[in-house]
């Protein structure tokens, strides 16, 4: 849903579509306008962008999903690209949408790719907050940084408890074989990291005394990096324990299947006894030993129980049956 909203003051006044481009016209000098638009209208984002004379590549840029996650300048216009994460804990899977910022002087511009929506989080604590947006569009920009940041600490810690999970499978005892759920945990992380890792030298700008933004805003946005970085080490360490995890899973497989080798190996032992024994007396020669003895048959059959025991009592002592 579009929704354009004129901040003054740090008071807020919702502005219907019909009147959105007038408003955009006539932004008074002491306030700034957020028009948050959703992925089915373009053409809004079109006029708006001829109407403030924006940069035609930032605007192509925002048209366009799928780009990473960035800060870019260009002239009259700052151009940011935030990456909006969603988990479905049934699935365990992370799913990942896009959020574009257009920033002039007076007007702010966020236009949404996919179902992830920030925005009404970030209305909400404008809300709470007038003393804090009455600092400005900067603010606003805070906002949906830190609604889409808390996301990624939430998202952070529920990869934490399923790689938890699993490494308890795999160092468990028995057989469990979780190699399919370590892998799509795997790429779960990977598009963690893809939406986080871009953003960390910026974090790293806006930590430093001589960021780009200073002030009460400033301590905000250091906030904000703080939990960039945070997140950044989190999904590193996460990658880390994961290839320990899949590294130790492979071993154990291949303790499984040398253990499955030692079991065959000697069950093929014990009944080789019954098979060269019966191959011998199979020959139907006339001068065997104990052939025409009355005993000779059971004491054959003996034979063969007795060394099959020995054999199945000495594979067991040395654990390999």
């Known amino acids: 849903m579009l929704r354009c909203t004129r901040f003054r003051n740090g008071d807020s006044e919702e502005i ?187 974090a790293h700008r806006f930590r430093s005394p001589e960021g780009p933004v200073q002030g009460v805003l400033g301590h905000h946005f250091r906030d904000v990096a703080d939990h960039v970085l945070r997140a950044g080490r989190e999904a590193l360490s996460y990658d880390e324990l994961l290839n320990s995890v899949l590294a130790a899973q492979f071993s154990r497989t291949g303790l499984w299947q040398n253990e499955d080798m030692r079991k065959i190996s000697a069950w093929a032992a014990i009944a080789l006894v019954p098979t060269i024994v019966g191959s011998i007396y199979g020959m139907n020669f006339n001068y065997m030993p104990e052939l025409h003895w009355v005993f000779g048959y059971p004491l054959a059959l003996l034979l063969i129980v007795g060394a099959c025991c020995g054999l199945y009592a000495t594979f067991r002592r040395n654990g390999w049956l």
């Open 16 to 202: 219907a579509e019909a009147d959105v481009f007038e408003a955009l016209r006539t932004v008074p000098e002491d306030a700034f306008i957020w028009l948050d638009l959703p992925p089915e209208r373009f053409d809004v984002l079109h006029e708006a962008a001829q109407l403030l004379a924006l940069p035609r590549l930032a605007v192509e840029n925002a048209v366009q999903a799928h780009q990473r996650a960035k800060i870019e300048p260009y002239p009259g216009c700052l151009f940011v690209v935030l990456k909006v994460l969603g988990y479905h804990e049934a699935t365990s899977t992370v799913s990942i949408s896009e959020l574009m910022l257009l920033l002039s002087d007076r007007v702010l511009i966020s236009v949404r790719h996919g179902d992830g929506d920030p925005s009404a989080e970030a209305h909400r604590r404008a809300a709470e907050r007038p003393d804090l947006v009455a600092h400005g569009r900067l603010a606003v920009v805070y906002l949906l940084a830190d609604a889409v940041v808390d996301g990624y600490l939430a998202i952070s810690a529920e990869l934490g408890k399923d790689l938890v999970a699993l490494e308890q499978r795999v160092f468990a005892p028995g057989r469990d074989d979780p190699t399919a759920e370590l892998y799509s945990l795997k790429r779960e992380v990977l598009d963690f990291r893809d939406a986080v890792e871009p953003l960390l030298p910026i």
